[in-house]
C-alpha cells in the first residue's frame, strides 16, 4: 500500500523560506517520476515541480529560480525547499508521481505566506 506524508508547512511572511518533506512508503521515488503541486482556494490543483528518474527537475514558470525540489534516495523523501515566497504561494501543497496516480493523494501540508 502506497502512502505519501506531506509535511513542513506553515505560516511565514512574504519573503521568508519554508522546506517541505514528502516520506514515502510502499514505492520507491527513485524508480519514479515525482512531483510537487499545490492547490490553492478555488483554484485547480497544479505541478509546481517535478524531477524524473535520472534526476532531471522542471519548474513551473512562477516558481522558477525560488524553488528546488530534491530527493534523498536513502530516506525515500523528496524536498521542496521555497525561498522568497509570495502571498500566490499560499496553498496546500502535495506530491505524487508525475503522471498523478489518483489514489496516491496524501492530506498535503498548508502553506501560508502573508503580505
Known amino acids: 500500500q502506497v502512502q505519501l506524508v506531506e509535511s513542513g508547512g506553515g505560516l511565514v511572511q512574504a519573503g521568508g523560506s519554508l522546506r517541505l518533506s514528502c516520506a514515502a512508503s510502499?514505492?520507491?521515488?527513485?524508480?519514479?517520476?515525482v512531483g510537487w503541486y499545490r492547490q490553492a482556494p478555488g483554484k485547480q490543483r497544479e505541478l509546481v515541480a517535478d524531477?524524473?528518474?535520472?534526476?532531471?527537475?522542471n519548474y513551473a514558470d512562477s516558481v522558477k529560480g525560488r524553488f528546488t525540489i530534491s530527493r534523498d534516495i536513502a530516506k525515500n523523501t523528496l524536498y521542496l525547499q521555497m525561498n522568497s515566497l509570495k502571498p500566490e504561494d499560499t496553498a496546500i501543497y502535495y506530491c505524487?508521481?508525475?503522471?498523478?496516480?489518483?489514489?496516491?493523494w496524501g492530506q498535503g501540508t498548508q502553506v501560508t505566506v502573508s503580505s
Open positions: 524531477i524524473t528518474r535520472l534526476g532531471t527537475t
Open positions: 505524487n508521481l508525475r503522471p498523478i496516480v489518483t489514489h496516491y
Open positions: 510502499g514505492i520507491t521515488f527513485r524508480y519514479n517520476n
